[in-house]
Nanobody, 128 residues
Framework: QVQLVESGGGSVQAGGSLRLSCAASGRTASSSAMAWFRQAPGKEREFVASISWNGGSTYYADSVKGRFTISRANPENTVYLQMNSLKPEDTAVYYC?????????????????????WGQGTQVTVSS
């Protein structure tokens, strides 16, 4: 099982930037595809971005494509989400997630069905 701890959330004005971090620990932390999801008040949790186990492939929701960038530093077992040109509709709690099966690309974990571990979430608030 992979343990995940997010950090980096906060409040920012529209057009601003934030970088989220997710520290992963556990035996398979460096070999699991990872993803970011978000959940706004009164809405279902939705996919944001994901990255393959080795960082070679990424996948994004249409709503964030071109504005957000996911990356990972495997020696440190940390996944990042760089968020630029933030909009009020990006306001949500952001969750880091780890794939249940190792050595996979980014698309399976994006479906949420194969998520084995969740972080506790970090709040992102974008004001207009």
């Amino acid at each position: 099982q992979v343990q995940l701890v997010e950090s980096g959330g906060g409040s920012v004005q529209a057009g601003g930037s934030l970088r989220l971090s997710c520290a992963a620990s556990g035996r398979t932390a460096s070999s699991s595809a990872m993803a970011w999801f978000r959940q706004a008040p009164g809405k279902e949790r939705e996919f944001v971005a994901s990255i393959s186990w080795n960082g070679g492939s990424t996948y994004y929701a249409d709503s964030v494509k071109g504005r957000f960038t996911i990356s990972r530093a495997n020696p440190e077992n940390t996944v990042y989400l760089q968020m630029n040109s933030l909009k009020p509709e990006d306001t949500a709690v952001y969750y880091c997630a780890a794939d249940a099966v190792t050595f996979r690309g980014p698309r399976t974990v994006a479906t949420m069905k194969s998520v084995a571990s969740w972080g506790q979430g970090t709040q992102v608030t974008v004001s207009s």
